[in-house]
């Protein structure tokens, strides 16, 4: 266990639905990490937040968005969703936000997320 | 631009003996940090083992250990007596320097089959 967690773990949805994807870091942990994974794909990073703010941006669609709460938790809104947006997307937390030394990151248990 | 490459999408080891995942980097930084993961068909992240880009000595971690050759951008992963329990996905990582923060980005992975 990890000790990051993420809810749900399953989501099945409709094309052009709207869904949240919910994710809480380990304990200290400041930054959190959203990727996808899809089998065309591969593993990518999204979006990072660190301590509230915004850190970094990946391949993240304009239909993606997400945040970070002041105690740390973080949402992934995924809406208009399409075939494509199908995948698992795993949170991920670390303590630092800038890749000092060994600062690792831990992943949560992920999301399945389904468009039907 | 930076980047990983995982040369062996499938490898068979025998139960007890020890096995090498292959992973080549590119990168133009001095400065960076490897990762190796697991991840099992449940589907979870699991961090295995890091290796930072200064350090004098290869990594281990209980039966992992990393042979790290700079020279050669090489971090390949090295999974000693292996058991059952290791059949699963492996990634390797690297740490994102272009983004000035910690995303990660990762190789297509080596799926491990262990035979008894």
């Known amino acids: 266990d990890s000790g990051v967690t993420q809810t749900p773990k399953h989501l099945i949805t409709a094309t052009g639905q709207r869904v949240t994807l919910r994710c809480s870091p380990r304990s200290g942990d400041l930054s959190v990490y959203w990727y996808q994974q899809s089998l065309d794909q591969g593993l990518q990073f999204l979006i990072q937040y660190y301590n509230g703010e915004e850190r970094a941006k990946g391949n993240i669609l304009e239909r993606f968005s997400a945040q970070q709460f002041p105690d740390l938790h973080s949402e992934l809104n995924l809406s208009s969703l399409e075939l494509g947006d199908s995948a698992l997307y795993f949170c991920?937390?670390?303590?630092?936000?800038?890749?000092?030394?060994?600062?690792?990151?831990?992943f949560g248990p992920g999301t399945r997320l389904t468009v039907l | 631009a930076q980047k990983i490459t995982q040369t062996q999408p499938g490898m068979f080891v025998q139960e007890k003996e020890a096995v090498t995942l292959d992973c080549t980097y590119d990168t133009s930084d001095p400065s960076y940090g490897l990762f190796w993961y697991k991840q099992p068909s449940s589907g979870e992240m699991i961090f295995l083992i890091y290796?930072?880009?200064?350090?004098?000595q290869n990594a281990t971690e209980g039966r992992y250990s990393l042979n790290f050759q700079k020279a050669r951008k090489s971090a390949n992963l090295v999974i000693s007596a292996s058991q059952l329990g290791d059949s699963a996905m492996y990634f390797c990582a690297m740490r994102d320097s272009q983004t000035g923060a910690n995303n990660l980005f990762f190789g297509t992975g080596t799926r491990l089959t262990v035979i008894p």
């Open positions: 290796q930072g880009s200064y350090d004098q």
């Open positions: 991920a937390s670390s303590v630092d936000a800038g890749g000092l030394g060994t600062d690792t990151q831990y």
